[in-house]
């Protein structure tokens, strides 16, 4: 309307102009100051009917245009953008959205299961205008969260309790998002990922479950200690070879002159020493001392 009233305003401005031109001669001027008017007004008024053509499309956001009940199949983008002064432009954003869910979904077994998954999704520009034209600016309560609720139900009912609690957790949000984004993809909604945040599982099957979780960490422990006695057993069996193999190249290396001569040694260093002795020799076989009595 403003500016349909422009356009009224411009025109009368600009017929005045030229009704005071042609009676210049006759009331210059009366006619003079009429003229100034009319042109700041026709200025003004041109101003706000050229603004009226041009449209800025903030960032991460397209505009549909809307002549009407027409939506043009072709977005605004980002920007300064020409329009139609008479269609309503939507400024859609199309960045990255998040919708978290607090819902209660079966298991296999039949036990109910409180989650808490996040759905991150943003919009293609490219369908945008079709979505708009097809659901609206609400296509969130529309398509996005009863699909993803009925999705998050019917991938949990097909795994037991347990496998939300274990690494197959990872496996039923990839699974909810490939199902997610079949239903909602050719819409031109784009599902980036859907990762759980908590999982609520009943007191017994928690139970359950770490109770098997510390018998399988004991079973672990044992088996550790096992694996290191066996070590030390073979550890123990190459340290007592060793000491055998040791003596056994010893005693091979020992002879009875070896003997006989180590014994002279030893008494010679006893017969020269200043302790006081009685060196007794001769009573043995090979007439080494056999009574040594220091005083």
Known sequence: ????????????????LWAADRK??????????????????AIFFGLIAFTRMLT????????????????????????????????????ISIKTQQLYEDMEVPSKE??????GVNCLYHL????????????????????????????CRGVTAGYEAKALYTSQRELLAHLIQADLKKLVEDR??????????????????????EDKL?????????????????????RKRIEARGISD??????????????????IEATEKLATSNNSKIVIIGSGKDGLPVILDTK
Not at 1 to 16: H, P, Q, T
Not at 224 to 233: S, W, Y
Request: charged residues 25%; aromatic residues 10%.
């Open 188 to 209: 031109g909604i784009i599902v980036e990922s859907t990762p759980m945040r908590h999982i609520e599982l009943p007191r017994k099957v928690t139970d359950a479950v």
């Open 56 to 91: 800025v499309i903030p960032a991460g956001h397209v505009g549909v245009v809307d002549f009407f009940g027409s939506v043009s199949e072709k977005t605004l983008r980002s920007g300064i953008n020409f329009r139609n002064p008479f269609a309503r432009i939507i400024k």
């Open 110 to 115: 039949g036990l109910t299961i409180k989650i």
């Open 1 to 16: 309307m403003l500016f349909i009233f422009s356009l009224l305003v411009f025109g009368v401005s600009v017929y005045y």
């Open 246 to 263: 040791f003596q056994n190249i010893v005693a091979k290396g020992i002879s009875e002159p070896l003997l006989r001569w180590k014994g």
């Open 214 to 234: 510390k018998a399988e960490q004991e079973s672990q422990r044992m088996e550790f200690i096992l694996t290191k006695e066996k070590q030390e057993a073979e």
């Open 124 to 151: 293609d520009p490219e369908k945008t205008a079709e979505l708009y034209k097809t659901i609206g600016t609400n296509y969130e309560k529309v398509i996005i969260e009863p699909q993803f609720r009925s999705v």
């Open 24 to 41: 210049l001669k006759q009331y210059n001027e009366s006619f003079r100051q009429g003229r100034t008017i009319s042109m700041v007004l």
